[in-house]
T-cell receptor, first 111, second 114 residues
């Protein structure tokens, strides 16, 4: 099993739809989690951190489920500009710093 | 505030050659991480430098090496280039080392090995 797994998609959704992505991780000792957005041929940009209590930023909600070892990203009222690849990253607890990115989930929002 | 910058933007090399990529961290950031991103994949962690010392290393061979300078800028050196080294190389800086710090990425250097 890979350390961090994401469904590569693509997820094809109409404008205004709600869409959710999951990211599963295998290391139960993982400490911190983030979602990044990457546009085609551009660098990843931080979308949001994922806290144990969950967090929300406008149309975006991130959740952490430690028991089942996954994080999720929910996008409400999708916009055309949300079309991108969404990458999760999982950081281990303690020891050397070795973050692990998922391969990303592609989202295409169409009119 | 200046963001993370990388140079060059594109580079073409042949097998067996050596390459040096450069990164300037965001103002106020003392930690730089390097990643390799192949097409269709997520970034793979190469290593991190914190205050000029290597702070963590991913599963990359010793021909991938790095440096961090007193101004916190950094270099990634790759020796004996192989075709599979063709990728986007990303540099990211953060306020400090450690797993909870958010990283800010530069635009990357696209390396092609022929």
């Amino acid at each position: 099993r890979k350390e961090v797994e994401q469904d590569p998609g693509p997820f094809n959704v109409p404008e205004g739809a709600t869409v959710a992505f999951n990211c599963t991780y295998s290391n139960s000792a993982s400490q911190s989690f983030f979602w990044y957005r990457q546009d085609c041929r551009k660098e990843p940009k931080l979308l949001m951190s994922v806290y144990s209590s969950g967090n929300e930023d406008g149309r975006f909600t991130a959740q952490l489920n430690r028991a089942s070892q996954y994080i999720s990203l929910l996008i409400r009222d999708s916009k055309l500009s949300d079309s991108a690849t969404y990458l999760c990253v999982v950081n281990p607890r303690g020891g050397s710093y070795i973050p692990t990115f998922g391969r990303g989930t592609s989202l295409i929002v169409h009119p | 505030e200046t963001g993370v910058t990388q140079s060059p933007t594109h580079l073409i090399k042949t097998r067996g050659q050596q390459v040096t990529l450069r990164c300037s961290s965001q103002s106020g950031h003392n930690t730089v991480s390097w990643y390799q991103q192949a097409l269709g994949q997520g970034p793979q962690f190469i290593f991190q430098y914190y205050r000029e010392e290597e702070n963590g290393r991913g599963n990359f061979p010793p021909r991938f090496s790095g440096l961090q300078f007193p101004n916190y800028s950094s270099e990634l050196n790759v020796n004996a280039l192989e075709l599979d080294d063709s990728a986007l190389y990303l540099c990211a800086s953060s306020l400090s080392s450690g797993a909870t710090n958010e990283q800010f990425f530069g635009p990357g250097t696209r390396l092609t090995v022929l």
